[in-house]
């Protein structure tokens, strides 16, 4: 089993930033992609940005040129840097990984969300 955690939410201003962790523990024999969803109240949950295990990136419309997806694969850790935060951006925050298992399929992991308001 692999866990997914992320933290780093919070209450911020519009125009303000906040960085998003996740941290990826267990049984883990190589973490392809990762990545970071959204979902917001009455909406359904959409891809904010993901990274291959490569380093490729892919961002929604809506974010590009604000957030910065990262990873540190020696901690088996992603980020989401969010710059200029809007009101539209307030939303639960999900990690997802995408990760391969010795007997030759890959499974997809979920983190629990973390909560990001963005309020003035």
């Known amino acids: 089993q692999v866990q997914l955690v992320e933290s780093g939410g919070g209450l911020v201003q519009p125009g303000g930033s906040l960085r998003l962790s996740c941290v990826a523990s267990?049984?883990?024999?190589?973490?392809?992609?990762m990545g970071w969803y959204r979902q917001a109240p009455g909406k359904q949950r959409e891809l904010v940005a993901a990274?291959?295990?490569?380093?490729?990136?892919n961002y929604a419309d809506s974010v590009k040129g604000r957030f910065t997806v990262s990873r540190d694969n020696a901690k088996n850790t992603v980020y989401l840097q969010m710059n200029s935060l809007k009101l539209e951006d307030t939303a639960v925050y999900y990690c997802?990984?995408?990760?391969?298992?010795?007997?030759?399929?890959?499974?997809?992991?979920w983190g629990k969300g973390t909560l990001v308001t963005v309020s003035s």
């Open positions: 997802n990984a995408n990760v391969a298992s010795p007997l030759g399929y890959d499974l997809d992991y």
């Open positions: 267990g049984s883990i024999f190589r973490l392809n992609g």
């Open positions: 990274i291959t295990g490569g380093g490729s990136t």
